[in-house]
T-cell receptor
Framework: DVKVTQSSRYLVKRTGEKVFLECVQDMDHENMFWYRQDPGLGLRLIYF???????EKGDIPEGYSVSREKKERFSLILESASTNQTSMYLC?????????????FGPGTRLLVL | AQSVSQHNHHVILSEAASLELGCNYSYGGTVNLFWYVQYPGQHLQLLLKYFSGDPLVKGIKGFEAEFIKSKFSFNLRKPSVQWSDTAEYFCAVNAGSGGGADGLTFGKGTHLIIQP
């Protein structure tokens, strides 16, 4: 079974803090993704990566950056956290080639910015 | 860019009732279509998917969905729901030519509550 893990289930941070959300997958997947999930808005894609050191902006990249130094790990960075970044953050991964469209999700990190 | 519209934000049904959740997408080209489910306190997980072939696809737990290309729709159905089907359901689309590496576009979700 594919396993996608996220470093924290819950985080509480203060406005202006730098925040790191970590995601690790154990299936050697090329593609990794960060989404945020908000009530009534569904999931929205923040950033994705299709290879080590490669990154692409999703639909809502403003205020975020990412890092992919190793294939199994994809980090989401909030350079200066703001209250409107309070949300549930979901990481996902998918294999290369046929079937790349099927994504496997982690349990999520619920972030509260005060 | 593609977009996904889910018709109902909240649906309440009694056990054994039939279910149909609507999903429409907008994209002119080839698409891959998905339904994901999130049970309370659990991971988002794949319910079923359509890439090509038979437009009627069957997924886990007795769910099925029908792709109707002329209507840009991919509605989710279950003939008889159970209390354990209480969850949030998301329809998602990915442009078929993208190879899957560029992420999914999700609808806003439908919160389904099944009353015993």
């Amino acid at each position: 079974d594919v396993k996608v893990t996220q470093s924290s289930r819950y985080l509480v941070k203060r406005t202006g803090e730098k925040v790191f959300l970590e995601c690790v997958q154990d299936m050697d997947h090329e593609n990794m993704f960060w989404y945020r999930q908000d009530p009534g808005l569904g999931l929205r894609l923040i950033y994705f990566s299709y290879d080590v050191k490669m990154k692409e902006k999703g639909d809502i990249p403003e205020g975020y950056s990412v890092s992919r130094e190793k294939k199994e790990r994809f980090s989401l960075i909030l350079e200066s956290a703001s209250t409107n970044q309070t949300s549930m953050y979901l990481c996902a991964s998918s294999p290369p080639g046929q079937g790349a469209e099927t994504q496997y999700f982690g349990p999520g990190t619920r972030l509260l910015v005060l | 860019a593609q977009s996904v519209s889910q018709h109902n934000h909240h649906v309440i049904l009694s056990e054994a009732a039939s279910l149909e959740l609507g999903c429409n997408y907008s994209y002119g080209g080839t698409v891959n279509l998905f339904w994901y489910v999130q049970y309370p306190g659990q991971h988002l997980q794949l319910l079923l998917k359509y890439f090509s072939g038979d437009p009627l696809v069957k997924g886990i737990k007795g769910f099925e969905a029908e792709f109707i290309k002329s209507k840009f729709s991919f509605n989710l159905r279950k003939p008889s729901v159970q209390w354990s089907d209480t969850a949030e359901y998301f329809c998602a689309v990915n442009a078929g030519s993208g190879g899957g590496a560029d992420g999914l576009t999700f609808g806003k979700g439908t919160h389904l509550i099944i009353q015993p």
